[in-house]
């Protein structure tokens, strides 16, 4: 039986330069090499994660020596590359420039694309979403490497490389997509349309360290030890998912992935070359896999089952960003009377249960509060 799916998933105990260059060196050779990738003289944009401004050792963005290394691979192999992304708070040039990913480019010579503005790329195939808005940096390149980061995820469960190209649509255009998609499979499908219409030539996970627990941004570094690389997103993420201990199927990115025709998922599907995921399982890795009943449209059993977020009065400073990016009008979470003294406030009836709130906040206030009928239901769910 020929395996329709590759994965490379080879052993990067540290982000020491040597380290990561002999790992990523390894990991493109079992694919075939790079040159499978890239012809001389293309322009290549480089997409990692940078979700919010944040230090490299706090795992919230691909770390800079990845992206380094990732770099003078293909400006070897003859690429013109550009790179950036698309935050979800934050201005793009200040994300990278906390992240570590500036000083990178300027050292290489690498210009920072437009992730500012746009314009809306009709796609006829889209099984479910018709059109998106494109960054322009997105549109000028002739192709994209993705550099994911493997974290948790409040309202996906887990934030890998099908994720990761949701920072291709500009600014606040993504928040669009939370209020008109509240059902977390109707996000995923988005997710999943908007990789077939990108198409990234290759995907390259930095698993190195993760982030587990209240992710993408309030979580917890976790060591994993790893890099993943594929050309087959759905593939990758769900060896990830195996990775840490978490069934692919609990992962919606990865169940509709694989019924939208994105790639595979299933374990007698992908050839995995490297390093066995049985060798470098994670143990103890919490996700957010009993984050079941989201976006229904019944507030009362909303309110019951869904999961919601929860601010911790000891940790906000009250800076406000909850309640500049809820896509909720009225926002979801509001100030008390105008107070700005007192954290904000929310009313549930409003919530959507997108989390963008607790994925944004900077001092890590925001945690995901489970029912405990959601925890029951979902333990006779996963019986």
């Not at 499908?189 to 698993?207: E, G, S, T």
């Not at 390093?275 to 976006?295: H, N, S």
Request: glycine fraction near 10%; charge should be positive.
């Amino acid at each position: 039986m020929t395996q329709p799916a590759t994965v490379a998933l080879v052993r990067c105990t540290s982000y020491e330069y040597q380290t990561v260059k002999q790992a990523l060196t390894r990991g493109l050779a079992l694919l075939g090499g790079i040159s499978r990738y890239v012809r001389p003289g293309e322009n290549l944009l480089l997409k990692p994660n940078l979700l919010a401004a944040a230090l490299p050792e706090e795992c919230v963005t691909t770390h800079p020596v990845i992206f380094r290394v990732a770099a003078e691979m293909f400006m070897a192999a003859g690429a013109k590359l550009t790179y950036g992304d698309s935050p979800a708070v934050g201005s793009p040039e200040k994300v990278a420039k906390q992240a570590g990913l500036w000083a990178v480019g300027e050292e290489l010579g690498l210009p920072f694309a437009d992730f500012r503005q746009g314009r809306m790329v009709s796609f006829p195939d889209g099984r479910q979403n018709k059109q998106f808005l494109i960054a322009n940096g997105v549109l000028a390149s002739d192709g994209l490497i993705s550099l994911p980061k493997l974290k948790s995820h409040g309202f996906t469960v887990m934030t890998g490389a099908v994720k990761n190209q949701f920072g291709c649509v500009p600014g606040l255009h993504k928040s669009e997509f939370h209020v008109k998609l509240q059902q977390v499979d109707g996000f995923a499908r988005m997710l999943v349309d908007l990789n077939r219409l990108l198409r990234p030539r290759l995907y390259i996970m930095d698993a190195v360290w993760a982030m587990e627990g209240n992710g993408p941004r309030g979580g917890r570094p976790k060591r994993v030890n790893a890099l993943l690389l594929s050309s087959d997103p759905v593939a990758l993420d769900a060896t990830a998912c195996r990775l840490i201990g978490l069934p692919p199927e609990d992962v919606p990115a990865v169940r509709q992935g694989g019924l939208m025709g994105l790639g595979f998922w299933r374990e007698a599907e992908i050839a995995l070359v490297g390093d066995a995921w049985q060798e470098l399982r994670v143990t103890g890795f919490a996700t957010g896999w009993k984050y079941l009943f989201t976006g229904m449209e019944s507030v009362l059993v909303r309110n019951l089952l869904a999961s919601r977020p929860v601010i911790r009065p000891e940790k906000c400073r009250c800076c406000g960003v909850c309640v500049k990016m809820c896509p909720v009008k009225p926002a979801a979470v509001a100030w008390s009377g105008g107070n700005r003294v007192i954290p904000p406030q929310y009313n549930y009836a409003r919530c959507i249960r997108c989390f963008c709130c607790q994925e944004v906040c900077p001092e890590k206030a925001i945690a995901i509060h489970t029912p405990l009928l959601n925890r029951l239901a979902t333990a006779l769910f996963r019986r």
